[in-house]
């Protein structure tokens, strides 16, 4: 696969983000035929520094929103992997492939002829909610320290254990039968492809992912995002831009003056009592849970994450304990 080319000039990165490179989350349209790395790759090459990153992979033949992550913005990743997700998608039914989508290798065809519009409806809706599912050999999921894509590659299958993931909503948009179109938002950990073929198997007559588009990761969506291409123009970045405090603004803010400012950047825990709360929000009820907060100094900087208040070894009192140290960012 080739890569779009030339590199972009200085001038042009200094265009897009101005002279310093900030910190924070690229909405990406990720285009067909690209691994989430190719992406990467692509955005190192045009802002020019290595701490690049993504949060939450994409196949490569599927298309829609990746979150890159930027500068700073690779130490938030955590943060966000607990974001649900919207697809659209085409189910093909009446072929099973090795890699649950249309790109693998045929394994099984049968008739579609005696299936209804009914009967696929009546399919779809046994997976609404939790549903078990096993993730597929071609995942990057990690069996013995190695991805079962790997072990796929050479023939080999091995039993994986089945895990609980969230069907939110599952909507069908058009029956064609063989082809269903659909909408689906869900948890963490969803292999839309494997929802295809337990759906194909749900109907007898087994099924593939033909097509997959992630419209939404989060507050992240399709129509914020930006085409690669499209990077050299900075009037094209519009709603692409998100600043680490805005990506992160569903945590409360607090803030913490003077001295205890120099010390959150250096990772130490502030009593709770010096805390001062953001538009007026309010503390957890419960001493010892603590909730998650953004900790920012009186200018408005972001400096940390961290929970609060809790109890910590050697204290006397409460404390914002400091989970991930940022700097000073704006």
């Known amino acids: 696969m080739t890569l779009l080319s030339p590199c972009m000039e200085q001038s042009h990165v200094e265009r897009i983000f101005g002279e310093h490179v900030p910190h924070g989350v690229l909405i990406v349209n990720k285009p067909d035929g690209w691994t989430s790395h190719d992406v990467v790759q692509r955005i190192r090459t045009i802002v020019g520094i290595q701490k690049v990153g993504h949060a939450g992979t994409l196949d490569p033949h599927a298309t829609g929103v990746l979150p890159v992550l930027i500068g700073k913005g690779t130490k938030i990743a955590q943060y966000l992997v607990d974001w649900d997700k919207e697809y659209a998608a085409v189910l093909q039914l009446g072929k099973t492939t090795d890699t649950q989508d249309a790109w693998g290798a045929v394994l099984e065809e049968r008739s579609c002829d005696s299936l209804s519009e009914g009967d696929v409806r009546s399919a779809f809706v046994d997976f609404h909610g939790p549903i078990q599912q096993v993730p597929p050999m071609y995942s990057a999921v990690k069996v013995g320290g190695q991805p079962l894509y790997k072990k796929a590659r050479k023939g080999q299958t091995v039993e994986r254990q089945a895990k609980t993931v969230v069907i939110h909503e599952l909507e069908i948009e058009r029956v064609a039968i063989p082809e269903v179109s659909f909408r689906v938002t869900c948890s963490k950990g969803t292999y839309v492809r494997t929802l295809c073929h337990d759906i194909g198997d749900r109907l007898g007559v087994g099924g593939h992912l033909n097509w997959l588009q992630r419209r939404r990761v989060g507050p992240l969506h399709i129509n914020q995002a930006v085409d690669i291409e499209s990077l050299a123009d900075v009037s094209q970045l519009n709603g692409a831009w998100w600043s680490l ?81 940022l700097g000073e960012v704006n």
């Open 245 to 325: 405090d805005h990506v992160l603004e569903e945590f409360p803010s607090v803030v913490v003056n003077g001295d205890d400012a120099r010390k959150v950047l250096h990772g130490n825990a502030i009593p709770w009592d010096r805390v001062e709360w953001v538009d007026g929000k309010s503390g957890a009820s419960i001493l010892g849970e603590g909730i998650r907060v953004r900790v920012k100094n009186k200018d408005g900087s972001l400096l940390a994450l961290g929970k609060g208040p809790s109890l910590q070894a050697g204290q006397s009192g409460s404390v914002l304990v400091l989970d991930t140290v």
